[in-house]
């Protein structure tokens, strides 16, 4: 449990205390970097493990969503979907019935658009702020502190909380005021890195089959127009065969991308290539449920009987 003992975090910005809920592959980086940056913080997680990893750090583990709230100033909710992220912060016990006013709830996981501005709306009136920012760069991003954040919020929340955000973030970009926007971004992001995703999954099971070197195939790729970030790495795991454990768990893509087509639904707009994508996705997660995003190329490979190598 949290006690009140002070921990030196010196002047200024570094003032704020910080909360950490869910400690896992995205959680543990968002932890690491705010103690990092010298701020006292608090977390909490269901996994033993995690919490004694989060300990090792520096941070301060809580028993309770209570000793969260009430110990911290501004608090990242990284779990995995909608109903876990009401939960924690609505629910009975939850960080709104908990924190002091005045202070912020960063959702930081990513939800469906409507599940947000739920969140949104019943916290009007709490005095507690919602900051709505999901992120992008993956395991790596975590880490290494280099997130890109869509924040949504209140312009003043976000300027006072600011400090706690860069010290996880690279990039952060102010998509809106109402509870919902970053999550409307972080939809469509995502319906073209899955798109880009499946798109590099076909080209390796291609180049295999036609006898490619997995190096070669990586060195055009990567210097060519079509090189970016997500096809990279998507490729340099391929062709290394690392298809668990590198931190981007299938479970979560295959969750955004049904976000994404959720939205587009509601919308009426057509999302051919992510519908494709999530096809794929839908193939490696039946297959391969432990697996990363990479692993969805063994199910070509499986059909066109060549593995791509380094």
């Known amino acids: 449990m949290v006690t009140n003992r002070q921990v030196s975090v010196g002047q200024g910005k570094n003032m704020l205390r910080a909360g950490v809920i869910g400690l896992g592959d995205m959680g543990s980086g968002l932890a690491k970097n705010l103690i990092k ?19 090792q750090m520096g941070g301060l583990p809580a028993d309770s969503l209570a000793d969260v709230g009430g110990n911290c100033d501004a608090v990242f909710v990284m779990v995995m979907n909608g109903a876990q992220a009401k939960a924690v912060i609505l629910g009975e016990g939850g ?19 409507a599940e947000a501005r739920e969140i949104g709306a019943a916290m009007e009136g709490s005095g507690i702020h919602l900051i709505d920012s999901p992120v992008s760069g993956g395991f790596p ?18 300027k006072a909380y600011r400090p706690v955000m860069e010290a996880v973030s690279k990039t952060i970009h ?44 990586f ?44 939205m587009a639904e509601q919308l009426g707009v ?14 490696g997660k039946t297959k391969y449920p432990e697996g990363d995003n990479w692993v969805c190329t063994r199910i070509m490979e499986d059909i066109v009987g060549a593995e791509l190598h380094r």
């Open 37 to 55: 940056g010298g701020f006292q913080t608090t977390g909490l997680d269901l996994d033993d493990k995690r919490m004694r990893a989060f300990t």
């Open 95 to 113: 960080l709104v019935s908990h924190m002091a006013k005045g202070g912020a709830v960063i959702l930081t996981a990513t939800i469906k658009p």
């Open 141 to 158: 991003g975590a880490q290494g502190g280099t997130l890109t954040m869509m924040a949504a919020g209140e312009p003043a929340a976000l």
């Open 174 to 217: 102010l998509v809106g005021e109402r509870a919902g926007d970053g999550q409307v971004m972080k939809s469509c992001l995502q319906s073209l890195i899955g798109s880009i995703f499946g798109a590099t999954f076909e080209a390796a099971a291609l180049a295999a089959k036609a006898g490619v070197s997995g190096q070669a195939l």
């Open 219 to 262: 060195d055009v790729f990567s210097t060519s127009g079509a090189g970016c970030g997500v096809a990279n790495t998507a490729l340099e795991n391929i062709i290394d065969r690392k298809f668990e454990g590198t931190g981007s768990g299938i479970g979560t893509m295959h969750k955004d991308l049904t976000i994404s087509l959720d």
């Open 270 to 283: 057509p999302l051919f290539m992510a519908s494709t994508a999530m096809q794929i996705f839908h193939q």
